[in-house]
């Protein structure tokens, strides 16, 4: 499986300030996702991103308050904008990559704690 | 009704005995199905995945589905108290191929 790395692991945010994420993953994959995973619940995803297009948001998630970047095979970046606390909450890059010879399914990177104060 | 459901526990169990882990999902052309398993303060690992009707073995996982029932297993023999975490049930939506996560059942394993 693919190796992925987030920056930052953590950090806590002034409310109305902005926070770029950084995703970064050891080999080519076309697909990228980010995810949002708010306290004591489950995975939302925010939006898909593929390299040389724009990125496709999940209803309730707009470019202007989760813009994201995708350069390359290997990075993205996923900002927050104009943060609230409501926006307090681990986000997490996944990537598609073969499991073991087999379909493409999910893996996960560390994620990136926010806490909006 | 969810797209995944899954109980939310805690369900409890004995070092050394079978966790049974449960899972339904509402779309019927789903053809993939995963088992995440999630520590506190972690991301969320992949640990099974099963495409097929029937049991897939994995060391001591072993993952069940069931499509005319939409219904999804994990059943963990030999429980240890590392097992002990929240186990997410993931399903790829047929129609749109998203992957999409159950509320997560949170796995106790008492010494």
């Known amino acids: 499986s693919a190796v992925i790395s987030q920056k930052p692991s953590r950090d806590i945010c002034q409310r109305g300030t902005s926070l770029t994420i950084q995703c970064q993953v050891d080999?080519?994959?076309?697909?990228m996702f980010w995810y949002r995973q708010q306290p004591g619940q489950s995975l939302t995803l925010i939006a898909t991103?593929?390299?040389?297009?724009?990125?496709?948001?999940e209803s309730g998630f707009v470019i202007d308050k989760f813009p994201i970047s995708r350069p390359n095979l290997t990075f993205s970046t996923l900002t927050v904008s104009n943060m609230s606390p409501e926006d307090s909450s681990i986000y997490l890059c996944?990537?598609?990559?073969?499991?073991?010879?087999?379909?493409?399914?999910?893996?996960f990177g560390p994620g990136t704690r926010l806490l909006v104060l | 009704q969810k797209e995944v459901e899954q109980n939310s526990g805690p369900l409890s169990v004995p070092e050394g005995a079978i966790a049974s882990l449960n899972c339904t999902y509402s779309?019927?052309?789903?053809?993939?199905f995963f088992w995440y398993r999630q520590y506190s303060g972690k991301s969320p690992e992949l640990i099974m995945f099963?495409?097929?009707?029937g049991d897939k073995e994995d060391g001591r996982f072993t993952a069940q589905l069931n499509k005319a029932s939409q219904y999804v297993s994990l059943l963990i023999r030999d429980s240890q108290p590392s097992d002990s975490a929240t186990y997410l049930c993931?399903?790829?939506?047929?129609?749109?191929?998203?992957?999409?996560f159950g509320q997560g059942t949170t796995l106790q394993v008492k010494p």
């Open positions: 996944s990537v598609e990559s073969p499991a073991r010879g087999s379909q493409e399914t999910q893996y």
């Open positions: 080999s080519q994959v076309t697909m």
């Open positions: 991103a593929n390299q040389g297009s724009e990125a496709t948001y």
């Open positions: 779309d019927r052309g789903s053809q993939s």
């Open positions: 099963i495409y097929s009707n």
């Open positions: 993931a399903v790829i939506q047929g129609n749109t191929g998203k992957l999409i």
